[in-house]
């Protein structure tokens, strides 16, 4: 069973920057697509960013495209999403998620595991 466990949240100022960390166990990452998706109160979690098994290949959400960049360390078997930038409407619990697939689906639905997520909140 693949467990995550996300780290790295906290409150800053707008313009600040954070770096999340999704740490893994259960499955080496180079067997996963690893993603972040975030919740803000009274809306439905989005996606924010994907990266393919290999590392080689990336995806962002095109509100945080140029801003948020995510990368792996399989050494460490962990994800991380770097967040520069930030703005009050990047507040949001942050999820990290992976599934078996090799797709770039960025849907909720086609993941298979889920973090218990970190809070990222920015003041403005």
């Known amino acids: 069973q693949v467990q995550l466990v996300e780290s790295g949240g906290g409150l800053v100022q707008a313009g600040g920057s954070l770096r999340l960390s999704c740490a893994t166990s259960?499955?080496?990452?180079?067997?996963?697509?690893m993603a972040w998706f975030r919740q803000a109160p009274g809306k439905e979690r989005e996606f924010v960013s994907l990266?393919?098994?290999?590392?080689?290949?990336?995806d962002v959400a095109d509100s945080v495209k140029g801003r948020f960049t995510i990368s792996r360390d399989h050494a460490k078997n962990t994800v991380y999403l770097q967040m520069n930038s930030l703005k009050p409407e990047d507040t949001a619990v942050y999820y990290c998620?992976?599934?078996?697939?090799?797709?770039?689906?960025?849907?909720?639905?086609?993941?298979?595991?889920w973090g218990q997520g970190t809070q990222v909140t920015v003041s403005s």
């Open positions: 998620a992976a599934r078996n697939s090799g797709s770039y689906n960025r849907g909720v639905d086609d993941f298979d595991f």
């Open positions: 990266i393919s098994r290999s590392g080689g290949a990336t």
């Open positions: 259960g499955r080496t990452i180079s067997s996963l697509t």
